[in-house]
């Protein structure tokens, strides 16, 4: 049984593994089907020389092909007898897998690839390398789609050398050329050293995993007790402005009760007033029309008596005489209202800022990542870029705002914004809409006779004198004139000398607390100012106008 698969195997063409056709056996003794091997020889014969396949023999010339006539007729034969003509699919290369370089028709599995040949290799072809001591130095590895990464792009060899003072790769002919003098030693030899490297940086891959997997146990924990508290704390904020509504809402029906009160206390009161009015007016009509009379009697001793009676006349004490004076009467109340509503909101323009920064501090103890280098290009830098606009909100009155909120200009007449606890209400400035944290660039064209390009945070004053960008420890300003350029913050000003653009280039990275500033003219850019610090909040782009003359612009370019 042994001897009878043998000799199925034997009919075999080791090239495109089915039965042989036309089988023709070489000078070595291999035998195959004729189209397999001449196909194998053409592509030979641009080297003139020409080899077996399994065995590597060499032949020069190339031998003239004989049909095989005893393979033919057992061939034939065992046609007859049912012998399988091609392997199960599931020996077959798919898409995901290594294929055999050697099958010429249908490609096989490869199971193993070899380095010194860079070739992968089926089952079957594979023999030669176990059955040849030609192939006894080679080195065999699991099937590998990179094999042709091991060859020179420029001379087309096996790289066997690595350059340590290029730290790469590189074949023989190129440490005669371009690596002539360098530190060169065999892949092998560098492969060696590397390999002691190999411990303790698995020691600390395996510490760095063991510390995530306490993170990765450690956070969902973290997530829990921040929506606790994020629960909670909305909760009793929305019980504290509940109850701030509330006593708002009771002071409102109390004033408003107390003026109805008022108002028909009054009412009434002016209403007896009118009544007593009119009952001395009917009064006061009798006595005249009986004085009227008694003027026209004759009789002097009846005139006597009667006017004795009629002329004791006296005013009523409660007598109402009303007095020209302006109609004021409640407006004092609005007034007095007014006033309470002007300090509430001043408080709440104070007060806010400090409970927004106390929920922006909020945060996940994580290991901060490694800081990245600044880009060294402009193109790099445009890797960064967002997109800047203005938010309305912010904006002071007299700025305009246009380009789709991306361009602010400053003018004389005030504009018509609606009124926002946001608003800078002292100077003429605006903040984007953008919450910036990671790494960002920006860029910004300025116009007129200066322009202040700032960043801040959100919680900046809108109402004091200190809302002014760079005048305060939440805001950094740069001042764009004509002539020169001023770095701003805190009410600290460092003249900075730099060539003049109209164009200026912000880079920020948030994490790594890096705010920059260029000068840019076409593609170049001057770097103008750079600040090293920790930023504690999200931060947001700005401008401020340039007060001393009208029409100071910036508007921020689309990348």
Not at 99 to 114: N, Q
Not at 390 to 409: F, M, Q, W, Y
Not at 493 to 500: A, D, E, L, N
Not at 537 to 555: D, I, K, V
Request: aromatic share 8%.
């Amino acid at each position: 049984m042994a001897q009878q698969g043998f000799k199925c195997e034997m009919l075999r063409c080791s090239i495109c593994l089915d039965l042989l056709k036309d089988p023709v056996t070489i000078p070595c003794g291999h035998s195959y089907c004729m189209s397999c091997i001449r196909s194998h020889w053409d592509v030979e014969d641009q080297r003139g020389m020409h080899s077996c396949p399994q065995c590597r023999e060499t032949f020069i010339p190339r031998p003239k092909l004989v049909k095989n006539t005893a393979f033919a007729e057992l061939v034939e034969e065992k046609k007859k007898t049912g012998l399988q003509t091609a392997p199960p699919d599931h020996f077959y290369a798919g898409p995901e897998d290594v294929a055999c370089d050697f099958c010429r028709a249908r490609k096989l599995k490869a199971v193993k690839s070899c380095l010194q040949c860079l070739a992968s290799f089926c089952e079957k072809h594979l023999q030669p390398h176990f059955e040849s001591t030609a192939f006894e130095k080679h080195k065999l590895v699991d099937p590998s789609k990179q094999l042709q990464e091991n060859i020179c792009a420029h001379h087309g060899e096996v790289m066997r050398i690595f350059c340590r003072t290029d730290q790469q790769c590189i074949c023989s002919l190129c440490s005669l050329e371009e690596h002539r003098g360098h530190d060169t030693v065999s892949a092998a030899a560098e492969r060696t050293e590397r390999q002691k490297q190999l411990t303790p940086s698995r020691q600390n891959i395996q510490q760095r995993f063991q510390k995530r997997e306490e993170d990765v146990k450690l956070l969902p924990q973290e997530v829990k007790a921040i929506s606790r508290s994020a629960d909670k704390a909305v909760t009793d904020c929305e019980n504290i402005f509940s109850e701030l509504i509330g006593l708002l809402q009771k002071k409102s029906s109390d004033i408003k009760q107390q003026i109805r009160n008022q108002k028909e206390a009054e009412v009434n009161r002016a209403k007896e007033l009118l009544r007593k009015l009119d009952q001395e007016i009917t009064e006061l009509k009798t006595k005249d029309a009986e004085l009227d009379r008694l003027s026209q009697t004759e009789d002097h001793t009846q005139f006597l008596r009667i006017f004795s009676l009629l002329s004791d006349f006296s005013e009523s004490a409660d007598s109402f005489y009303p007095k020209q004076r302006p109609l004021r009467h409640f407006e004092d109340v609005t007034t007095a209202v007014g006033e309470m509503k002007e300090k509430l909101r001043s408080v709440l323009l104070e007060e806010w800022p400090k409970i927004s920064r106390a929920v922006a501090e909020v945060d996940v103890l994580l290991p901060q990542p490694e800081p990245q280098p600044e880009p060294e290009s402009r193109a790099g830098f445009l890797k960064h870029s967002c997109r800047i606009t203005l938010d309305p909100n912010t904006v002071n009155v007299h700025l305009l705002l246009s380009e789709g909120n991306r361009k602010a200009t400053y003018m004389y007449r005030k504009q018509r914004y609606p009124e926002h606890a946001e608003r800078f209400l002292h100077r003429s400035q605006v903040l984007s809409r953008e919450r910036l944290t990671g790494r960002h660039y920006w860029e910004v064209e300025w116009g007129g006779s200066g322009a202040y390009i700032a960043v801040a945070y959100k919680d900046i004053s809108r109402a004091t004198d200190g809302s002014e960008f760079g005048h305060n420890d939440l805001s950094s300003a740069l001042f764009c004139g004509s002539s020169s350029y001023i770095f701003i913050h805190n009410s600290v000003s460092t003249s900075i000398s730099g060539p003049y653009s109209s164009r200026i280039g912000v880079y920020l990275d948030h994490k790594a607390g890096i705010l920059s500033f260029y000068s840019i003219v076409s593609d170049a850019m001057t770097l103008l100012h750079r600040v090293q610090t920790t930023f504690t909040q999200p931060l947001y782009a700005g401008f401020r106008a340039y007060h001393f003359f009208f029409g100071s612009t910036a508007e921020f370019c689309e990348l």
